[in-house]
């Protein structure tokens, strides 16, 4: 489901039941193909054309063009030392030198732009092959990744929307923007202290001292003090309990949290507790340092999906959203969201489920055009998708719809990252 808030639906905590077959089966396939392909190789390698006693013959030949292309090379060096004791140049002038020659065959190409306005990003029909800068308005700024393009929106207020196909039926994305890191993320060894982002690296500045934060020690700004709250504006929450409102962290329950027994069952065979915190440590800190550099993030645009044995979520409109049951709970979304981006290699993205941290982010960035995010009427014309049953995203004529993005009102609910107790995530 789509990682989003508009005020907290219900809570609920994780169902861990999850189908298990298929994965030996795959990786049987795998391993039998590659051991095929690398004896085929080495037999071609050695006896085929291009072989092994081919080369050997190729090396003599090129050895020998060598040595005489040296001698060659040498005698023009002779001619070039003699020319420049009887004060000729190689530019037929005396005293200067001449310029650099451009290399053999190539012809020098001024730099491609990566920087465009909105409106020729919106003219192009193909995805961005490169990550690139797109102009706003007078002031604003955003970056589409490689393998996106501009789909539709007016002004970053609206909500632009990219998509990672040239035609109707990719998935869709709206521009978070994040004016300042420190609304969504805080560092706990160094309470109060600004946040920047310089060179590819964050830094906390406090104490008169520029600190560099571990992983374990940047923490999500979350805009609720205690569990049971929804969104409360401008109120944010820097305290960090092991059984409160937290993130990034694990859940500690014995039963439903994140067991070395479930982790291995459901995410993968062997991985433990502890080596599953500093994984949801480390993909913290990476996001918070895209925020940092980019100043945003994308939000799926609708509810995500997963095709009929698709391993990897969408956001597309018009098909049923996730819903946490039997064969989908959180481990399993948490999996498929992180899949969209690992199996779609031309995506310079990584995709995940939203942190809690970007929900409130995305709620302050709606409250800040007008939005009553805190109401279930938020603005007028909208009104709530109650298609419980059958949860379709962006349904023809809704007006379940802010900033661009679909169902926040209604439809399904909305997992995010965030610890809530400590047996399940928060839940919108």
Known sequence: MKEKKIK????????????????????????????????????????GEGGILDMAKEAAKR????????????????NQVENWINGETSNGGTGESGTEPT??????????STTKTLAEAKAESEPFKETTEVKVGEND???????????????IDEGIVITDSAGETGNEFVWVPVGNINSMVW????????????????FCD??????????????????ATSTGESFTAGIPNTTFSSSGLREPDILTSSTYGDTDANLSKYLQPDLTQTAFKEQLQNEFYEMAKSVGKYGGFYVGRYETSLPEGSSKSESKAGVKSLYNDSDHNWYVQYKCNKAYAEENKNLAVVSSTIWGCQYD????????NGITVTSTTPTANVERNEDSAGR????????????????????????TMEAYYPDCCKCQ
């Open 206 to 223: 406090g104490d008169g001292q520029k600190h560099t934060p571990s992983t374990t020690q940047l923490a999500g700004k979350l805009y």
């Open 361 to 368: 982010a995305m709620m302050n960035w709606m409250l800040n």
């Open 141 to 155: 700024t955003m970056t589409v990744p490689g393998g996106f393009r501009v789909k539709e929106g007016d002004s």
């Open 8 to 47: 907290t639906k219900k809570q609920a905590q994780k169902n861990l039941n999850k189908r298990e077959s298929g994965i030996t089966l795959i990786a049987l396939v795998v391993t039998i193909v590659v051991l095929l392909i690398l004896a085929g190789i080495t037999i071609t390698f050695v006896l």
């Open 187 to 202: 560092c706990k060894d160094h309470v109060g202290s600004e946040i920047t982002y310089e060179d590819g690296e964050l």
């Open 103 to 112: 290399p053999e065959g190539t012809t020098p190409t001024p730099e491609q």
């Open 392 to 415: 379709i995203t962006g349904a023809t004529g809704s007006k379940d719809k802010l900033c661009n993005i679909y169902d926040l009102l209604g439809n399904s609910f909305e997992w």
């Open 63 to 78: 050895t020998n063009e060598a040595k005489e292309q040296e001698l060659k090379d040498f005698a023009d060096f002779q």
